[in-house]
């Protein structure tokens, strides 16, 4: 995984979902580092104004939900973490993921495919309608989605993704998962890895 960093997104009081994160990636030989995650309960007056309650009603349904913000606003931290390092690319996790064991070699083969990708989806909850566009290893190919998955406990993000996030995502107006897989409406080439790396 040259030129890759693994992001862990855990909150300060979650000790045991860090530890639990920290067996799996050590165990895989993977170095990472931890994304403090931001509190919905414990928000700045400036970051409760990133939530456009309208917007998020109009598209989502529902009402003002700080803890989904602060999930969003934790993701985007991560967006920073990265641009702020030297590495190229990414693999953000939330820490109640299980990490399959062949992340690393689908890793490997992402970044030697770099070209066909700017995020890539390791995890799902829907099926997203995959179709192929290149052999990854013998288990998983890379694919464009046809129908949404949702969920974003695990993917692959380069630089130019992570800017386009920091620059297009604010304010909020739906969950995180809900809106960063819309690589159409951002000029990104979002994709995913079938099937799922991590669940």
């Not at 996790?93 to 390791?122: C, F, H, P, Y």
Request: glycine share 6%; with cysteine; aromatic share 8%.
């Amino acid at each position: 995984m040259d030129n890759c960093i693994v992001f862990v997104i855990n909150l300060e009081h979650s000790s045991e979902r860090l530890s639990g994160m920290q067996r799996q990636l050590d165990a895989l030989g993977l170095s990472w580092q931890r994304v403090p995650a931001i509190h919905g309960e414990m928000l700045s007056e400036a970051q409760r104004v990133l939530f456009d309650a309208q917007g998020y009603r109009r598209k989502h349904g529902k009402t003002v939900n700080f803890r989904e913000l602060g999930c969003y606003l934790s993701h985007l931290e991560a967006m920073k973490t990265l641009l702020r390092s030297s590495f190229e690319h990414a693999v953000v996790l939330e820490d109640d993921v299980i990490v399959g064991t062949d992340l690393q070699a689908v890793m490997d083969e992402l970044i030697r495919n770099s070209t066909l990708w700017d995020m890539a989806k390791l995890s799902s909850i829907h099926s997203g309608s995959p179709k192929p566009i290149q052999v990854l290893t013998k288990e998983h190919d890379l694919c464009v989605m046809f129908s949404r998955c949702t969920g974003a406990s695990a993917y692959a993000v380069n630089r130019k993704a992570a800017q386009v996030y920091l620059n297009q995502l604010l304010p909020m107006q739906l969950p995180y998962d809900h809106v960063f897989d819309r690589g159409w409406a951002m000029g990104i080439k979002v994709r995913k890895v079938h099937p799922d790396v991590c669940t």
